[in-house]
């Protein structure tokens, strides 16, 4: 069974643009969650997708957004990129009912000039 | 909220030797689950293990058991044997049970000496 795909793997962006990272979970995992991880913060969650619908949101501005498609393929969009932005973003899939583990993809390595 | 304390920002153990990595974790929700990852450097987390809240048994799975003392609430991480690929960064999370929102601690960098 193949494993979380996160395209593209590597972006370099400048201030003020926008960025879509892409995620393709396991075959037949419902949820998708995004995460970004910087030295200074550590792993901080995003939000959470499952059947197309946002169920859980962390606490970042609403520069950050996603969406999931039908065939839970799920995008992450940042807008007027910051700086601090700087980060690898880590996407990870799961059933999604009650508690499972999470299984991440390689990550996207964002770097904003 | 739900809190994730890794005491420990680097450790070293000689191969084949045992080590633990401590977590302690703070929640005021009966059901959650807590896990363990371990970050190569090349980034990517891999899933270690699991143990959830009502289990009465501590989880294992091959080289790595989960130290789960609920009163204490910690769940603390044991590698048997260390090899030289266990080298990498271990995460301890944890998260209640009907929310996937998964909280990290900081993270414990594990140097394994040849």
């Known amino acids: 069974k193949a494993g979380v795909t996160q395209t593209p793997r590597y972006l370099i962006k400048t201030r003020g643009q926008q960025v879509t990272l892409s995620c393709s979970p396991i075959s037949g995992h419902r949820s998708v969650s995004w995460y970004q991880q910087t030295p200074g913060q550590g792993l901080q969650f995003l939000f959470e997708?499952?059947?197309?619908?946002?169920?859980n949101k962390g606490n970042f501005p609403g520069r950050f957004s996603g969406r999931q498609f039908s065939n839970s393929r799920s995008e992450m969009n940042v807008s007027t990129l910051e700086l601090g932005d700087s980060a690898l973003y880590l996407c990870?899939?799961?059933?999604?009912?009650?508690?499972?583990?999470?299984?991440f993809g390689p990550g996207t390595r964002l770097t904003v000039l | 909220a739900q809190k994730i304390t890794q005491t420990q920002p680097g450790m070293f153990v000689q191969e084949k030797e045992a080590v633990t990595l401590d977590c302690t974790y703070d929640t005021s929700d009966p059901s959650y689950g807590l896990f363990w990852y371990k970050q190569p450097s090349s980034g990517e987390m891999i899933f270690l293990i699991y143990?959830?809240?009502?289990?009465?048994q501590n989880a294992t799975e091959g080289r790595y058991s989960l130290n789960f003392q609920k009163a204490r609430k910690s769940a603390n991480l044991v590698i048997s044997a260390s090899q030289l690929g266990d080298s990498a960064m271990y995460f301890c999370?944890?998260?209640?049970?009907?929310?996937?929102?998964?909280?990290f601690g900081s993270g414990t960098k594990l140097n394994v000496k040849p």
């Open positions: 990870a899939s799961s059933l999604g009912e009650s508690l499972h583990e999470q299984f």
């Open positions: 999370a944890m998260s209640r049970y009907n929310f996937n929102k998964f909280y």
């Open positions: 143990q959830g809240s009502y289990d009465q």
């Open positions: 997708y499952f059947s197309e619908t946002q169920r």
